[in-house]
């Protein structure tokens, strides 16, 4: 049984520039509508993209090139437009809809068509979610195992697979329903130091190494549900070229992003929350102190998201105007995290701590070692100002694909941090906790802020009667 060579992983596959040089000499430039600079594809015709999707006897296309395509072509059409003129494509040329159909002709073809099938099914399942796909994908397939039974078992294995991958996303998106469902997720219910939260965090966890490990699983959980595509969905409007359609009415398409991104507020909210409610001041004071050591061992693990909300949350207004209390505290630790993530020179320090974490994840011995977990917004911020940057079409109606190898370049290397299996045991009391626990409201936080150290300014002051005025209400 002939095997397609093994691809190595993402991220290995795009050099320096943003893709692989060598990679297109398997096949000149014959199928028209396509140009090259120094063997580098640049652009393109949608359908001679297409075409130079669609695997043949002697042609299989790049790994970098598959998934930059699948990534960037949904900015121009459906997935399961594409997928139904691939499978077009793939019928028409190896006269797969043949009745007598030579068995040596499918085994040429099949195990290309099946791994062009089995990268797409594992890199975007989320196309799949989708009938038409489905029903594309599984006609296809049974082209190819009717044609020769050693096939079958492949396509067996490949729809078994998606499928579980597809089951566990609706799992995930289940569990996600139930938590935002218990949590009430911001109090807005408005009492003087509300005493109905006994429990606070360092109840629950009074080591802030064991804290930033729990945050480093809710991370890495949530980041492996995102797919690459989500990325492009966030931000694509209308293609105006393209007859106003849009891909993007479906909100379930970015949800695991956006879930993602409510984790960041959440995580930051929790923070202020914990951090005004305890009524003594050395109390207050040693919460603060109590994040800014989970917020360096975040740092130390590589969990840059964790550690910029637990640095917003500190920084809330609510938070920061306790100067009583910040008298109290031992900053220095604070000041050097802050510095670390200081937005000044679009985020200098930070990215410089991001490329030493993706360094040492690139030499990793253990798990540990390979976590890297981004300052999320920031990188969604960078993938838009890319996408806003560059024109998605040349003045020829070509598709501008070196845009596209950049945005692959970026999406891949997220694909392979998302990949990391957290190495640190679960605790579900403590991610309970972190997951469902009633956070303030802005309000909530302002009042028991207020109540903790009194109003400065007339401002400060008539915000504090109002918000009295609503809570007794």
């Keep these: 049984q002939e095997r397609m060579p093994q691809t190595p992983p993402f991220a290995a596959t795009f050099d320096s520039s943003g893709y692989n040089r060598n990679v297109y000499q398997a096949k000149e430039d014959n199928c028209g509508g396509l140009n090259y600079h120094d063997n580098n594809l640049l652009s393109g015709s949608l359908e001679a ?17 598959i998934f930059t395509f699948l990534l960037s ?47 797409w099914t594992e890199t975007f399942p989320y196309d799949f979610r989708d009938e038409r796909m489905m ?50 997720d911001r109090l807005t219910v408005l009492k003087t130091k509300p005493q109905s939260i006994q429990r ?38 209308k293609d105006p070229l393209d007859n106003d359609k849009s891909c993007y009415g479906d909100r379930k398409k970015t949800r695991n992003l956006e879930a993602y991104v409510e984790w960041f507020n959440r995580l930051s909210y929790l ?16 919460v603060i102190e109590y994040f800014i050591d989970v917020a360096r061992e975040c740092f130390n693990i590589g969990n840059f998201n964790s550690l910029m909300a637990i640095i917003s949350g500190m920084n809330m207004s609510p938070v920061s105007r306790l100067k009583k209390t910040w008298a109290k505290v031992k900053t220095a630790k604070f000041d050097i995290l802050e510095h670390q993530m200081d937005p000044s020179s ?23 070692e390979k976590i890297v977990i981004p300052f999320f917004s920031l990188l969604i911020k960078d993938i838009y100002f890319l996408n806003e940057g560059c024109a998605n079409r040349l003045p020829n109606g070509h598709i501008n694909f070196e845009k596209f190898w950049e945005l692959a370049k970026q999406v891949s290397e997220f694909m392979t941090w998302k990949q990391v299996e957290c190495p640190f045991e679960r605790d579900r009391k403590i991610l309970q906790y972190l997951l469902t626990v009633p956070v303030f409201s802005d309000d909530a ?3 028991a802020s207020y109540e903790s150290e009194s109003p400065e300014n007339h401002i400060e002051k008539d915000r504090w009667k109002t918000l009295r005025f609503v809570s007794k209400v």
Excluded: W
């Design 49 to 65: 993209l297409i075409q130079h999707l669609v695997p043949n006897v002697d042609y299989y296309p790049d790994r970098t090139y």
């Design 135 to 184: 029903r594309n994908l599984k006609e296809l397939a049974q082209r190819i195992a009717s044609g020769d039974e050693m096939y079958r078992k492949n396509v067996q294995q490949l729809l078994q697979n998606l499928l579980r991958k597809l089951a566990t996303v609706s799992q995930y998106e289940e569990v996600l329903a139930k938590i935002s469902a218990t949590s009430t």
């Design 200 to 237: 606070d965090i360092i109840t629950v966890c009074n080591d802030p190494y064991t804290l930033a490990q729990q945050l480093t699983h809710v991370e890495l959980e949530r980041l492996n549900y995102i797919g690459p595509e989500e990325f492009v969905q966030a931000f694509v409007q």
């Design 445 to 447: 936080l302002y009042l």
């Design 271 to 286: 923070v202020a929350t914990e951090i005004c409610m305890p009524v003594k001041k050395k109390h207050r004071a040693r």
């Design 73 to 119: 072509s949904r900015l121009f059409m459906h997935p399961y437009e594409l997928m139904a003129k691939v499978c077009h494509l793939c019928t028409e040329q190896q006269r797969l809809s043949e009745p007598g159909l030579d068995k040596n002709q499918i085994r040429k073809i099949a195990p290309k068509i099946l791994q062009l099938l089995t990268e």
């Design 346 to 368: 679009n985020f200098y320090n930070y990215r410089t701590a991001l490329r030493g974490a993706a360094q040492r994840s690139l030499t990793a011995h253990s798990n540990r």
